[in-house]
């Protein structure tokens, strides 16, 4: 059976609601790198996270085992 070499990158971006700055500069660092650990229990990898305080970037290799859906959950 031949193998897939299929490779998909999500950019996804979420904001806090309202737009309301929510990640201070104290807290960003954190959440930037408790991120990728969260992507690495659903079988991604992440590429590179940032964001500032009303919302994030995310570009990550999408797992070819989990839905979309499951992972945007999860890191909400």
Same mark, same amino acid.
């Given at each position: 059976?031949?193998?897939?070499?299929?490779?998909? $990158? @999500? =950019?996804?971006?979420?904001?806090?609601?309202?737009?309301?700055?929510? +990640?201070?500069?104290a807290?960003?660092?954190?959440? =930037?790198?408790?991120?990728?650990?969260?992507?690495?229990? $659903? /079988? +991604?990898? =992440? @590429? @590179?996270?940032?964001?500032?305080? /009303?919302?994030? =970037?995310i570009?990550?290799?999408?797992?070819?085992?989990?839905?979309?859906?499951?992972? @945007?959950?999860r890191?909400?």
């Amino acid at each position: 059976m031949p193998k897939s070499l299929a490779q998909i $990158y @999500v =950019h996804l971006i979420f904001s806090t609601k309202g737009r309301e700055p929510f +990640s201070t500069e104290a807290v960003r660092p954190q959440l =930037h790198r408790y991120l990728p650990k969260l992507l690495r229990e $659903y /079988d +991604s990898k =992440h @590429v @590179v996270v940032g964001g500032v305080e /009303d919302h994030v =970037h995310i570009l990550f290799e999408m797992s070819k085992m989990r839905p979309a859906s499951k992972i @945007v959950e999860r890191l909400k």
